[in-house]
Nanobody
Framework: QLVESGGDLVQAGGSLRLSCAVS????????IGWFRQAPGKEREGVSC???????YYADSVSGRFTMSSDNAKNTVYLQMNSLKPEDTAVYYC??????????????????WGQGTQVTVSS
């Protein structure tokens, strides 16, 4: 099970940290991704730790977002800085058994959280 939290309303330029609490499995054995979906748009990949353990970011968030984890808490985080109105979306974390590398597409992920809303006001 994956449970996201930390979404909120924030002004442009602000920061948020999203959490994804993992239960039922050890995320070290999985690829973990963060995705987002804005109204009327496709769900897009934001960042992921790939099947071989490397971290990737979408160009739109590179340099602003950082993915990290706390093994003791079995929790994955997404630190989001310098937020922009276009970052407004529901953010999801997901897990995959894939061993593929790179910024993985949503079709690679089998387990999904329920999402958390991030709204960035201008």
């Amino acid at each position: 099970q994956l449970v996201e939290s930390g979404g909120d309303l924030v002004q442009a330029g602000g920061s948020l940290r999203l959490s994804c609490a993992v239960s039922g499995f050890t995320f070290d054995d999985y690829a973990i991704g963060w995705f987002r979906q804005a109204p009327g748009k496709e769900r897009e990949g934001v960042s992921c730790v790939s099947g071989i353990g490397d971290t990737y970011y979408a160009d739109s968030v590179s340099g602003r977002f950082t993915m990290s984890s706390d093994n003791a808490k079995n929790t994955v985080y997404l630190q989001m800085n310098s937020l922009k109105p276009e970052d407004t979306a529901v953010y999801y974390c997901a897990a995959s058994t894939t061993l593929k590398d790179g910024l993985l597409g949503r079709e690679e992920f089998q387990l999904w959280g329920q999402g958390t809303q991030v709204t960035v006001s201008s």
